[in-house]
């Protein structure tokens, strides 16, 4: 059954990950993308206690919320 543990641990099979992507092209030619990213990333949005939560989003465990959060805010080149 759907609920915070199984989908947080992975074990709701239909669970995902939410992904967003700036495009590099548009850092420092868009205004407001490096405060969408660091309002996203803000540990009142998506820590375990934020807003985001309220909305259904289920947070990342702390270690891969500091670890995203960092590259997300220095604004890292995903690299595939």
């Not at 990333?41 to 259904?56: M, N, Q």
Request: aromatic share 12%; glycine share 10%; net charge negative.
């Amino acid at each position: 059954m759907p609920d915070f543990d199984t989908i947080s641990d992975g074990d709701y099979p239909i669970s995902r990950p939410l992904y967003f992507y700036v495009k590099n092209a548009h850092i420092g030619v868009v205004p407001g993308i490096d405060g969408y990213v660091a309002e996203f990333t803000s540990e009142s949005a998506w820590g375990p206690d934020g807003y985001l939560v309220d909305k259904g989003l289920i947070p990342l465990p702390d270690a891969a919320r500091k670890e995203t959060g960092m590259a997300a805010n220095d604004l890292s080149k995903l690299v595939m």
